[in-house]
């Protein structure tokens, strides 16, 4: 029709909605998830320092056990967090809703440039000084297995999320951990008796409070979880079902290590153990089971690392997304389920950290790296559940806390400890991931401003 004037078309009503995470996962991914994050390599060494300072087996069995409500006290308030405002950024919009953008994109950029690259790299360097034992490549062989497993984990993360290749890294982690079990029942059943019995003496406040640092330094890592609160489907009790079985089975594997340790070498043997996985495979299985016990290392390790991938990825995806000039990391690839070009940005990151670790002590450096600004951050987000309480009164809670405000002040008190002893552990080391973190503080501005 000549002269007619065509329809007008509203473009922003044509525009397709930005790619954003959809409900697809199961809580028994939370589960497998949670598990991976939290069961790496550590529970191979920490038993030996759980137990020098406990003074008594009993003492042992009780730190676990405190470990274990600790962290599910923890659980209990990020689920509530997680059922009453779901997103991609876990911890990070909690921490903007509370506390302000600023502070969040702070979280965000130590997520990037120090917590989880630098657990990614660390536990790189884990697998590397492993795999090592069981193939030598040399001196420089634990720097070489670090980068390579770095690259093939997060290549493998490229690919669209899938529940079953998850799940059969946690099955490989737990079967590693009930080969330990299985060397104590070895032990027990033949009637042996452990390396060193038992000292009869309880410790002091302080060994036991030092004892639970450790403790709880195993458990770590299930905070990570809240990553996935967009994409669980059942978003009301998902995450809390998820993470409260993640964290009873945790502590069951954990009493179970701790037994089997503790049935083969004794107190006073686990406690003088550099190596007490190691010790008490060869006393069940004879000297070449310590390449089995390397291969379950490695395997832990790998777990962590590749759920460490899949969680971090998706606080920087969220954080990206608000900011102009990095919107090519904020972008959710609908294809593979995924943020994976915020992947790729920690990915390489991660290999700078290896690259850095290699150069100075490793393992060593990374603890330093990044122990201390976890823990910050882990208090601000407890205090978070409080500060959204009182200032947001009236959104929707599928999932509360019990004993308000209680049980949120001792996860606070707790990670407040933790942040202190993580300072005296490392102590010049702490201000180097600190510094970095006070580096973002200044990058912000350069980036441009948030968009709303």
């Known amino acids: 029709m000549a002269g007619r004037p065509s329809p007008r078309v509203d473009l922003r009503m044509a525009a397709p909605a930005p790619s954003s995470p959809t409900r697809n996962l199961t809580t028994r991914y939370i589960v497998v998830v949670t598990i991976a994050m939290v069961v790496g390599a550590g529970i191979f060494k920490s038993p030996a320092l759980v137990a020098a300072n406990a003074g008594s087996e009993a003492a042992v069995y009780l730190l676990w056990i405190a470990g274990g409500l600790i962290s599910l006290m923890g659980a209990l308030c990020y689920s509530e967090l997680a059922a009453a405002f779901p997103h991609a950024g876990g911890d990070y919009h909690f921490l903007e809703r509370a506390w302000g953008r600023h502070f969040a994109f702070l979280f965000a950029w130590a997520r990037l440039a ?3 690259t630098g657990a ?3 536990l790189g360097f884990v697998i590397g000084d492993y795999m090592n034992r069981v193939i030598d490549l040399g001196p420089h062989g634990p720097a070489i297995y670090a980068f390579a497993s770095v690259i093939g984990l997060t290549a493998l993360k490229l690919r669209p999320a899938g529940e079953a290749s998850d799940s059969s890294l946690v099955i490989i982690l737990i079967i590693g951990l009930l080969v330990l079990v299985a060397a104590g029942v070895k032990i027990a059943l033949q009637g042996t008796p452990p390396l060193a019995p038992g000292s009869p003496y309880m410790p002091g406040l302080g060994g036991i409070g030092y ?25 009301q009790r998902g995450m809390v079902r998820g993470l409260v079985i993640a964290i009873v089975l945790i502590t069951g ?13 004794g107190l006073d043997g686990l406690s003088g153990a550099s190596a007490p996985a190691a010790d008490l495979m060869a006393l069940a299985f004879g000297e070449k089971a310590g390449v089995i016990l390397a291969l379950a290392v490695v395997a832990a390790a790998a777990t962590s690392v ?8 998706r606080t920087t995806y969220a954080a990206a997304a608000r900011l102009p000039a990095l919107s090519w990391i904020g972008r959710w ?5 995924s943020p994976r070009n915020a992947i790729l940005a920690q990915g390489i990151i991660s290999l700078l ?3 850095f670790g290699a150069a100075y002590r490793g393992f060593e450096t990374l603890v330093d790296y990044t122990a201390p600004v976890y823990w910050v951050f882990l208090i601000a987000s407890g205090a978070a559940l409080i500060r959204l309480r009182m200032k947001e009164p009236a959104a929707e809670r599928p999932f509360r806390v019990p004993l308000y405000p209680l049980l949120p ?14 300072v005296l552990y490392v102590q010049g080391g702490a201000f180097f991931g600190l510094g970095v973190l006070i580096v973002g503080l200044a990058v912000l501005p350069l980036l441009g401003r948030q968009r709303v």
């Not at 639970?212 to 996935?228: I, P, Y």
């Not at 954990?254 to 070498?265: E, S």
């Not at 996860?411 to 942040?419: G, K, N, P, R």
């Open 114 to 116: 120090v917590i989880n």
């Open 120 to 122: 990614i790299a660390l």
């Open 211 to 235: 004892g639970l640092v450790f403790v709880l330094l195993a458990f770590g890592g299930w905070t990570e979880s809240a990553t996935l609160s967009a994409e669980v489907k059942d978003a």
């Open 253 to 265: 594997l954990y009493l179970l290590t701790a037994w089997a340790m503790l049935r083969g070498l």
């Open 306 to 313: 590749n759920a460490t991938i899949l969680v971090g990825a």
């Open 333 to 337: 690839d609908e294809q593979a389920r």
């Open 353 to 355: 950290l290896v690259g």
């Open 409 to 422: 002040l001792l996860f606070i008190l707790t990670s407040s400890a933790m942040l202190v002893s993580a």
